[in-house]
């Protein structure tokens, strides 16, 4: 590692910018889990719940599923903005000083 890799680690402002990166990031991961976790619970535990019918011949589990799609698609977008925004602007912030 270059002196200045190991100049950039050791600042402080680098340390909270990855810890506050990997606490963002840890608490979207577990949110999606959590929110698959259940869609699959429900499937197993209540097979009859999750095939009954709502709008037509669309299951409460299709658009669950369509539901577990949407938020990590959304959750994907919000990582994206924060990173490109201010995660990007923390990081020039340490490179500059």
Same mark, same amino acid.
């Given at each position: 590692?270059?002196?200045?890799?190991?100049?950039? #680690?050791?600042?402080?402002?680098?340390?909270?910018?990855?810890?506050?990166?990997?606490?963002?990031?840890?608490?979207?991961?577990?949110?999606?889990?959590?929110?698959?976790?259940?869609?699959?619970?429900?499937?197993? #535990?209540?097979?009859?719940?999750?095939?009954?019918?709502?709008?037509?011949?669309?299951?409460?589990?299709?658009?669950?599923?369509?539901?577990?799609?949407?938020?990590?698609?959304?959750?994907?977008? #919000?990582?994206?903005?924060?990173?490109?925004?201010?995660?990007?602007?923390?990081?020039?912030?340490? #490179?500059?000083?």
């Amino acid at each position: 590692m270059t002196p200045m890799h190991e100049k950039i #680690l050791a600042k402080p402002e680098f340390k909270a910018l990855v810890a506050r990166r990997n606490r963002f990031s840890l608490t979207l991961t577990a949110l999606i889990c959590t929110v698959y976790v259940a869609y699959i619970g429900f499937a197993i #535990l209540a097979p009859a719940a999750f095939a009954a019918p709502l709008l037509g011949s669309w299951s409460i589990g299709l658009i669950a599923g369509f539901g577990v799609l949407a938020l990590s698609f959304l959750l994907t977008g #919000l990582y994206s903005y924060r990173a490109n925004g201010e995660f990007d602007r923390m990081l020039k912030s340490v #490179l500059r000083n």
